[in-house]
Nanobody, 120 residues
Framework: QVQLVESGGGSVQPGESMRLSCAASGSIFSVYAMGWYRQAPGKQRELVAAITSGDIITYAGSVKGRFTISRDNAKNTRYLQMNSLKPEDTAVYYC??????????????WGQGTQVTVSS
């Protein structure tokens, strides 16, 4: 069974940085693609970044240039580095693993989510 454990959420001020971590059970990132979603209150869930098992990365336009996916294969962990955070980045962030169909990523397994709050 796939297990994903997120960590690293919290509260920061606008302009600050934060790194989220997603630790997986086993070497699933070598098989599955991985994506970070977020959902803010009253808004639709948004895929903010995804990485294929071959390390091809895509970002949502709202975070491009500010967010970066990185990896530590030895730890079976993926990270989301978030810089220049804005209040509109406030959301619950979810780590997922899944597959691509064409250019579209589909999550199959979800972590528990971690709250990120950006406020002055």
């Amino acid at each position: 069974q796939v297990q994903l454990v997120e960590s690293g959420g919290g509260s920061v001020q606008p302009g600050e940085s934060m790194r989220l971590s997603c630790a997986a059970s086993g070497s699933i990132f070598s098989v599955y693609a991985m994506g970070w979603y977020r959902q803010a209150p009253g808004k639709q869930r948004e895929l903010v970044a995804a990485i294929t098992s071959g390390d091809i990365i895509t970002y949502a336009g709202s975070v491009k240039g500010r967010f970066t996916i990185s990896r530590d294969n030895a730890k079976n962990t993926r990270y989301l580095q978030m810089n220049s955070l804005k209040p509109e980045d406030t959301a619950v962030y979810y780590c997922t693993v899944g597959q691509y169909s064409g250019n579209s990523y589909y999550a199959q397994y979800w972590g528990q989510g971690t709250q990120v709050t950006v406020s002055s």
